[in-house]
Every structure is written in C-alpha cells, then in structure tokens.
C-alpha cells in the first residue's frame, strides 16, 4: 500500500514533470516565431512564422538555418484562390547603397500592392520611419517590387505573410540595407504585432545582438495578431485587403526543404507596387 507521503511525493514529482513540458513546449514556441520572422528572419518574415523574416523575421541569410527549416505548414487541399500573374519578370536591380531622402516626412504616404490575389492599400508612417518610407517610394518608382511572388506564409505561432524578395528564394534584396526604425511604436503593446501591422523582415540575432539594421526590401504583412520581440521596424498599416490575406492564408502553406521557406499555397505576385504622396 502506498503511503500519503508516498502519494504525495508521487503527485508533485508528476506536477513537475507537467510544468517542464510545458516550458519546454513554450521555449519551442518561441524559437519557432522568431525564426519565422528573421526569415533566415526570419519575418518573415522566415518559415514557421516567417520568425521574417533572421533571427526572427528576417531575410534570410544565405546559409539555411535550423530555425527556418523547423516550422512547418499543414498543406491545404484548397482550391488556389488566386489569379495568375501579369506578363513580366522580376526585377534584377541592385545598388550600392541607401537612396538619398526624398520623401516629405510630413506628409502622408501610402503604398498600393496589386496582386494576384486583390489589392492591398497601406497607410505609410513617413514621420516615425523615415529611411523605411523613403527606400519604398524608391524601390516601387524603380519597378523592384513588381511581379515579386511573396514567399512565405506563416500560420503557426505568428501570423504573417512575407515579401519583397524578386527572387522568391527569402535571400534576395535591393543591395543596400536601411537602420530599424519605429521599435518603440505605441501600438507595439506586449510585443504583440498587431493584426493590420506591416514591418521589415531583417537578420537580427537577439541572442548575440548581431545584425543590427539589416532591413533590405524584404516585409511582412501581419494578417492575425503575432507575439514577436520588438527588433522589426512597423512602418505602415493596413487600410484595405485584410481580406485579402485572410484568403491567402486560409489556402494555407506547404514547406519548401529546399530553401526551408513555406511558400503560400495561393499564388500570390505583386504585380505592381506604387507608393504616392497624398
């Protein structure tokens, strides 16, 4: 028969047990969103909750990582709700280094993505990320931007889908890199990334601190409220096309083990981004 303090031991130890699984579970949880974001962010921006985007939600590095590989995706069997892309490759351009400041940074921006899954308008915050704004308005009056497939979606974890590479891959970029801005954003409130938010993927390390404005033309679009660390500049929100995403998502994703991304079912291209002064 086993004694009271016998049984007791027992229940406790078995407690202990629970709440270790439990932690481990949620570290897990953890390492898969912010790698998902660096992209390689993660942020993708990167796979699992494009924790991408490096390090979080990143573009990603050249070198897989384990991070990137780790999320996965239920494949979906729905129907690709999406159109087909407009004639056109994806641009090539590359430059050296950051565009001068163009933009007024009283004034107010927004960028339209047209894709071939509907349009998205976003309200651009050119007064609290500057260098952000203004390398959009560059790269979108240079065409960088169109026929760029967005390559990575994330359903688990965090909720977001990730673009900006022309060459699909979670590796590319315009060559020339831009600071973090806007870390201490208001609405960035329990470092929840709030539904609606649209922020740099980049290759910051949290754990070593390396990588430090890293952000290129890679960026993701956050479809459902995500627990990221505040390291991804927010520089713009989302006034039309929340359904758009939804759609995107709802096809879900399918991951890719060759570039450790998890491309959206959905057939999702830019077709053509423009960023306007109003």
Same mark, same amino acid.
């Given at each position: 028969?086993?004694?009271? +303090?016998?049984?007791?031991?027992?229940?406790?130890?078995?407690?202990?047990?629970?709440?270790? $699984?439990?932690?481990? +579970?949620?570290?897990?949880?953890?390492?898969?969103?912010?790698?998902?974001?660096?992209?390689?962010? *993660?942020? *993708? !921006?990167?796979?699992?909750?494009?924790?991408?985007?490096?390090?979080?939600?990143?573009?990603?590095?050249?070198?897989?990582?384990?991070?990137?590989?780790? %999320?996965?995706?239920?494949?979906?069997?729905?129907?690709?709700?999406? +159109?087909?892309?407009?004639?056109?490759?994806?641009?090539?351009?590359?430059?050296?280094?950051?565009?001068?400041?163009?933009?007024?940074?009283?004034?107010?921006?927004?960028?339209?993505?047209? @894709?071939?899954? /509907?349009?998205?308008?976003?309200?651009?915050?050119?007064?609290?990320?500057?260098?952000?704004?203004?390398?959009?308005?560059?790269?979108? =009056?240079?065409?960088?931007?169109?026929?760029?497939?967005?390559?990575?979606?994330?359903?688990?974890?965090?909720?977001? !889908?990730?673009?900006? =590479?022309?060459?699909?891959?979670?590796?590319?970029? %315009?060559?020339?890199?831009?600071?973090?801005?806007?870390?201490?954003?208001?609405?960035?409130? /329990?470092?929840? &990334?709030?539904?609606? @938010? *649209?922020?740099?993927?980049?290759?910051?390390?949290?754990?070593?601190?390396?990588?430090?404005?890293?952000? /290129?033309?890679? #960026? #993701? !679009?956050? &479809?459902? =409220?995500? $627990?990221?660390?505040?390291?991804?500049?927010? #520089?713009?929100?989302? @006034? +039309?096309?929340?359904?758009?995403?939804? $759609?995107?998502?709802?096809?879900?994703?399918?991951? =890719?083990?060759?570039?450790?991304?998890?491309?959206?079912?959905?057939?999702?291209?830019?077709?053509?981004?423009? *960023?306007?002064?109003?």
């Amino acid at each position: 028969m086993v004694s009271s +303090e016998q049984r007791r031991k027992q229940l406790a130890r078995e407690k202990y047990l629970r709440q270790q $699984k439990r932690r481990a +579970e949620a570290r897990r949880k953890a390492r898969i969103r912010t790698a998902a974001v660096a992209g390689g962010l *993660v942020l *993708v !921006l990167a796979a699992g909750g494009a924790y991408a985007a490096a390090g979080g939600l990143a573009a990603d590095d050249k070198k897989k990582d384990d991070a990137a590989s780790e %999320p996965s995706a239920t494949p979906s069997k729905a129907p690709d709700p999406c +159109e087909k892309p407009q004639k056109g490759e994806p641009s090539k351009k590359q430059w050296d280094k950051e565009p001068k400041m163009s933009i007024d940074t009283s004034a107010d921006y927004t960028m339209t993505l047209e @894709t071939t899954c /509907g349009d998205i308008g976003i309200e651009l915050n050119a007064a609290k990320a500057p260098h952000t704004v203004n390398s959009f308005k560059f790269l979108a =009056d240079q065409g960088f931007l169109d026929h760029s497939p967005c390559h990575r979606l994330v359903t688990e974890g965090i909720h977001v !889908l990730q673009c900006g =590479d022309p060459t699909g891959t979670g590796q590319g970029g %315009p060559g020339y890199t831009i600071p973090d801005e806007n870390l201490k954003a208001p609405e960035l409130k /329990g470092d929840v &990334y709030p539904a609606g @938010t *649209v922020a740099m993927a980049n290759r910051y390390n949290a754990q070593t601190g390396e990588n430090r404005d890293s952000g /290129g033309s890679q #960026f #993701f !679009l956050v &479809y459902k =409220d995500s $627990k990221l660390p505040p390291d991804y500049t927010p #520089f713009g929100k989302i @006034t +039309e096309g929340m359904d758009v995403l939804q $759609k995107i998502a709802k096809a879900g994703s399918t991951p =890719d083990p060759q570039t450790g991304n998890t491309p959206p079912n959905a057939t999702v291209v830019i077709d053509k981004a423009e *960023v306007r002064k109003q």
